[in-house]
């Protein structure tokens, strides 16, 4: 049986996804972030859900293993913020693969061609923040 990737990993959809309920303020503990094993690793979901101001809030943490990457280089309408936890990683940034080491921060424009990989020995656990915003809200 094939391990799932990071991307059907997190097709699971949150409570909140399942009924549209807005998302209020939440405190997501590291022991209740269940990890789901992938192809490269594995990645634990926190939300998928809108909130008051963006249509969709999505976060995860994905652990890497050494030489992974969660997915070929892509574009997306949402913009997205990575945060390196632990490893030794690189991310396609403008064209340009860039090292990032724990602690770095990766923001992610909306439409830009990016990609992250663990390029280091242990396995790399970042966060991922993206968003949609609330285009009705916007005008």
């Not at 049986?1 to 590291?30: N, R």
Request: charged content about 20%; aromatic content about 6%.
């Amino acid at each position: 049986m094939a391990l799932p990737s990071a991307l059907e990993a997190l097709a699971t959809s949150s409570q909140e996804e399942k009924t549209g309920q807005v998302m209020g303020p939440t405190v997501f503990h590291w022991a209740d972030m269940k990890p789901v094993k992938t192809a490269t690793g594995e990645v634990r979901s926190l939300c998928k859900a809108p909130t008051a101001t963006v249509d969709q809030l999505e976060m995860h943490v994905t652990t890497l293993n050494p030489g992974e990457s969660p997915h070929p280089p892509h574009r997306h309408v949402n913009e997205e913020l990575i945060i390196l936890r632990e490893g030794e990683c690189e991310t396609l940034s403008d064209g340009k693969w860039v090292k990032v080491g724990p602690g770095s921060v990766v923001f992610n424009a909306s439409n830009s061609l990016h990609g992250f990989r663990n390029i280091g020995t242990a396995p790399a656990t970042y966060h991922v923040i993206n968003w949609s915003p609330n285009k009705a809200k916007m005008s």
